[in-house]
C-alpha cells in the first residue's frame, strides 16, 4: 500500500537507486513522472540540505506528489526553505546555502530538462512548500507519518504545537556534549496501536520501538536511504553512494 521514504538530503541518485529496488518505474506516456503500479510513496520530509542535488529531489518530488503517485510531509529543512522562500529573515545554517545555490544553478536549465538538471519555478516551489502537511494520518487512522515523529496526544491536533513537535520532536531545551539537542524517549513508553513512522533524528539502522519506526539512515552522511514497506513492515534500503557531508556523530 504505502512505501514511506525517509530522510533524503538531497541525495537524488541515492533515491532514485531506492525507488527503482521498490519497483517504480517511469510513467509509460511521459517519461517525466514515476510511479508505482498498486502503491503509493509517502516521504517523511527533510528532502534537501547537505547532499548533491537538491533541486532535482524536489522536482522528482513534486512531480509525483502532483501526479497522486506520493505524498510528503514537511520537514524542519524543508521549513526553513520555504520560510527563507517567504522573504522571512532566517539563520542560513546546516546545510540551507548549498541548496541555495544549487536551487539558484537550475536557473540555467531547460524546464523539460530531466530533473537532476531541470529549471525550477521558484514560485511553484514555495506554494508546494506552503502546501505540505506537518503530519499525515493514513490506512483508516492505522498510520501516522510526521516528520520528527508525535505524541499520541498531538495526532490529528492542528496548531502551532503541534506542528512544532511534528517539525522538532521531543526535547529537553538541553545540548549535548556535541551540540546537539538532547531527547525525550517519548516512543519507549508510547503504548498505542497506531503505527508511527518518522525520521529526523539520524542512526544507523532503522529504530523501532513499540509501534513508532525511525528511518533515518543517514544517507547524506555516506550510511543509507531506507523505506518502510507498509503494512508488510518489510524494511528496504540502499546504501549511500558516499559520505556527502561530513558527521561528527551518526548515532543518537
Ligand atoms: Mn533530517
Known sequence: MYDIIGDIHGCYDELDKLLTKLGYCYHLESDKSINHPTRKAIFVGDLIDRGPNSPAVLSLVMEMVKGGAALCVLGNHDDK????????????NNGLQSTIDQLEKTKEFSKNGPHSARHMDFGKLQK????????LLLDDGKLL?????????YHGVHNKKSRAKALYGETTGEKDA???????????????DRVIVHGHVRGEEVR????????????VYGGKLTALRYPEMEIVSVDALKAHWESKKLTV
Open 81 to 92: 526553505l520555504r520560510r527563507y522562500l517567504k522573504g522571512n529573515k532566517i539563520k542560513i
Open 128 to 135: 508546494f512548500l506552503e502546501g505540505l502537511p506537518t503530519q
Open 145 to 153: 507519518v510526521a516528520h520528527a515523529g508525535l505524541k499520541e496526544k
Open 178 to 192: 556535541d551540540g546537539y539537542p538532547v531527547r525525550k524517549d517519548w516512543a519507549s513508553k508510547y503504548t498505542g
Open 208 to 219: 523501532i520501538k513499540n509501534k513508532v519506526y525511525n528511518l533515518d539512515t543517514s544517507c
